[in-house]
């Protein structure tokens, strides 16, 4: 069983207990040793993950940090798995998909978990004073993919700073939080998705 730790953005709808399912989903080990991973930005009711470990889909399904969970067995830490899910809908975006990856986890592989308040440290993720400079995806670099139904997305996080184009504030949050150590909180009151 995994345990999250609430703070931050995770809502009662988080974690009650998923509904929408993959139409068409598939989970197969990936045994390349490569330590390249990728996370196919979720939407049009598809996502696709290649050599992930359990722990890290967790927290990106339950939009949450890797420090934040607590628990479960050690191969949810060490093994890694490709996964790929369609919908039966190709408008549903973000949440929704992430919802079908937690309904997925659930029926393949078990997954239980409950949600319990700690205190811990963390930074916080705020606007500075003049407000931010981001682009939404479909007006910055990703809009002639968004325009054709295509695929775009992804996040640069190197040692000194961060880049994300088309991608949600809690994948930031994710790629700082492994920089900073702790847990980064979304304080910007900038939409999650």
């Not at 989970?27 to 040793?33: A, D, L, M, P």
């Not at 890694?80 to 369609?86: C, L, S, W």
């Not at 407000?131 to 640069?156: F, Q, S, V």
Request: with cysteine; charged share 20%.
């Amino acid at each position: 069983m995994a345990h999250l730790a609430r703070t931050g953005k995770l809502t009662l709808d988080d974690i009650q207990e998923a509904e929408r399912n993959f139409e068409v989903a598939t989970i197969k080990q990936n045994g390349s040793e490569s330590p390249q991973w990728r996370l196919g930005p979720p939407g049009r009711g598809q996502i696709a993950i290649v050599n992930m470990t359990l722990i890290d889909i967790i927290t990106q399904s339950f939009r949450t940090s890797r420090p934040m969970v607590f628990g479960g067995p050690d191969w949810i830490r060490t093994t890694y798995y490709d996964i790929e899910g369609r919908g039966p809908d190709a408008t549903v975006g973000n949440p929704e998909v992430w919802e079908m990856m937690r309904s997925l986890l659930m029926d393949r592989l078990q997954l239980k978990y409950h949600v319990e308040q700690r205190e811990m440290p963390v930074y916080a993720l705020t606007v500075a004073r003049g407000g931010h400079k981001l682009t939404l995806g479909e007006n910055g670099r990703c809009a002639p993919a968004i325009k054709e139904g295509k695929p775009c997305g992804d996040i640069l996080v190197p040692p000194y700073g961060a880049a994300m184009f088309n991608m949600p504030i809690g994948a930031l949050l994710n790629g700082l939080t492994r920089r900073a150590g702790r847990p980064v909180v979304d304080k910007t009151g900038l939409s999650p998705l």
